[in-house]
């Protein structure tokens, strides 16, 4: 009765959930933006500029992770998440630009400077599954954490509502890392498979995706971070 259970669904569930969020995220973006006017303010530009920033670099990490020959000849559930999330993280640094520009600000398609010369010490040092899961896990965290803050600073309550739909999609994606982790720590990579066997599962993977009940803000990056020169 003590042992977590795990739905053999979970992994699937998480993922199209994802796909959900982010579709509705999108489909918001594109309808709503058309009535800025540029009188939004320079926060709110440099707060979207950031989170394009981000979204570039997520973008480029996990394209760099599915050319790895460990990735791409690997676990094809891992490559499936992979390649959904890179046309995510597409589709949002789209969106966040497209408020930029909108609101009469200059489209960010650079890396987001900190968490890119992270990035840069990290790559020399991936030697398998676990350490791209590790590092997708940061840059997922930071930007859910990021535009969690976001949805209280901006001013645009349309903005705010770009933020907290956009955010989700990246916890989703952070949480489904956590499981893949979970397992990949505990030696058990062939179970990170859809479906999978319930009885070998660790107690761990019920839980671990889902660590706090609200989610941090204390890592997200400043608003002035990813913002253009």
Known sequence: MGVNRIDDRLLRQLTEESQDLNSSAVRWAGTEFGELDGRTSRNDVMALQTAASLENLAVDVYRTAAGLPFIRHGNKT???????????????????????????????????????AVVKQALPKIKGPADVVALAITLE?????????????????????????IAPVEAQHRAV???VQALLKAGKPQL??????????????????????????????????????
């Open 177 to 179: 890392l956590l499981a």
């Open 141 to 165: 965290d930071v930007a859910a954490q990021t535009y969690t803050k976001n949805t209280g600073q901006v001013h645009d309550a349309r903005l705010r509502t770009l933020f907290a739909s």
């Open 78 to 116: 891992v490559a499936a998440f992979i390649g959904t999330t890179i046309s995510q993280h597409s589709a949002h640094a789209r969106a966040f630009n497209s408020a930029v520009t909108r609101a009469g600000g200059r489209a960010q398609h650079s890396p987001d400077p900190r968490y890119a």
């Open 192 to 229: 990170v498979a859809l479906p999978t066997r319930i009885s070998a599962l660790p107690s761990a993977a019920g839980s671990v995706g889902f660590p706090s009940a609200f989610y941090s803000v204390r890592n997200a990056s400043p608003i002035t971070e990813g913002a253009v020169r």
